[in-house]
């Protein structure tokens, strides 16, 4: 059964450093998601991204924040200065269709902001 | 800015009894729910939707209760087996966009 995949599933960064999360989506999925989860909290959306451009950000999504489709099959989140408060489980979702089509999630990349 | 909610962060219940898992909204433009499985270590995994024109959708053991006057949904899993216990999240989305609101999860326990 096709999945969503995501690596690393571990990243440990210094704050301040930029880090690169990837994930590739399911190969017939046109719209791909990022979501987080801080420890112990609720997953929180971060961006939708369809047809190379963001059709829904979060405020969370802020200008350390981007994403990219850099080739067919990679979809990547990108933090460009990190923070403590960044921490957290990033996942990656995708799905066929907009709005209220599934999201399949992809297994998680655990950030750690030291 | 709680839009979903799940109350109760934990649940127990005994093999071959029914598991009820609650949710709550708050946004009356919300008009598709789903509800998520999760394990330790994974990302959630979809198990059960249903949208708002409905107010029962069932899938095997699953059954998902809506009703929108209280602005509550609800999962039923009969019986629960022990390979159910999983944090399970509500979420919702409207039809003006692609995010999914989450509720905070409830860490629900069968008891062998």
């Known amino acids: 059964e096709p999945e969503v995949t995501q690596t690393p599933s571990h990243q440990v960064t210094q704050m301040g450093q930029e880090v690169i999360l990837r994930c590739v989506p399911i190969?017939?999925?046109?719209?791909f998601y990022w979501y987080r989860q801080i420890l112990g909290q609720k997953v929180e959306f971060l961006v939708s991204?369809?047809?190379?451009?963001?059709?829904?950000k979060s405020e969370i999504f802020d200008d350390q924040f981007s994403v990219e489709r850099p080739d067919g099959s990679n979809f990547t989140l990108k933090i460009r200065s990190t923070k403590l408060e960044d921490s957290a489980m990033y996942f990656c979702?995708?799905?066929?269709?907009?709005?209220?089509?599934?999201?399949?999630f992809g297994p998680g990349t655990r950030l750690t902001v030291l | 800015d709680q839009q979903v909610k799940q109350n109760s962060p934990s649940l127990s219940v005994q093999e071959g009894r029914i598991s009820i898992l609650n949710c709550d909204y708050t946004?009356?433009?919300?008009?598709?729910f789903l509800w998520y499985k999760k394990y330790p270590a994974e990302g959630p995994t979809f198990l059960i939707s249903?949208?708002?024109?409905?107010d029962k959708n069932e899938d095997g053991r699953f059954t998902v209760f809506l009703n929108k006057s209280a602005k509550h949904l609800s999962l039923h899993i009969v019986p629960s087996q022990p390979g159910d216990s999983a944090v399970y999240f509500c979420?919702?989305?409207?039809?003006?966009?692609?995010?999914?609101?989450f509720g905070t999860g409830t860490s629900l326990t069968v008891i062998p």
């Open positions: 979702a995708s799905s066929v269709l907009q709005g209220t089509d599934t999201q399949y």
């Open positions: 190969s017939n999925h046109l719209y």
């Open positions: 991204f369809y047809n190379n451009e963001i059709s829904e």
């Open positions: 946004n009356s433009m919300f008009d598709y």
């Open positions: 249903i949208s708002s024109i409905k």
């Open positions: 979420a919702a989305s409207g039809n003006t966009g692609n995010q999914f609101y």
